[in-house]
């Protein structure tokens, strides 16, 4: 009787360690996956006209795309002055004017592709590739 206890006992002590067949394989949860790699994070803008100006492109970009604004990480926005109204990115057959235009040149990341924006200082966003 003692040994048939002292047995119940150990195959308690054994089924709380996981221990689920005679060949003593545990059951324990798989093991975690690592992590996805992320985008770079979005880098801090001190200057508001910039901040302002690199959500415009990134807003622009992620409509472009399809993809949540969230998805897109705005690497630099740096202050230039373009020196028409193409803001640096001329189309074939359109007219700009020829007039210095302060802006900036934005740089965004989705899913590991660059993309260059100009903008200029208060309402356009243009992609220049």
Do not use: F, K
């Amino acid at each position: 009787m003692r040994m048939l206890l002292t047995i119940g006992a150990l195959a308690l002590v054994l089924a709380g360690c996981g221990v689920n067949n005679a060949a003593g394989v545990g059951t324990s949860a798989p093991a975690p996956t690592a992590p996805a790699p992320q985008e770079e994070a979005t880098v801090p803008i001190s200057d508001p006209s910039a901040a302002a100006m690199a959500e415009l492109a990134r807003s622009e970009l992620a409509t472009r795309l399809g993809v949540p604004t969230a998805d897109i990480a705005v690497l630099s926005a740096e202050a230039v002055e373009w020196s028409d109204g193409s803001l640096g990115c001329p189309q074939p057959g359109s007219m700009y004017p020829q007039v210095i235009t302060p802006g900036y040149r934005v740089t965004l990341r989705h899913s590991g592709q660059t993309y260059s924006y100009h903008t200029d200082m208060s309402r356009i966003a243009v992609p220049c590739e």
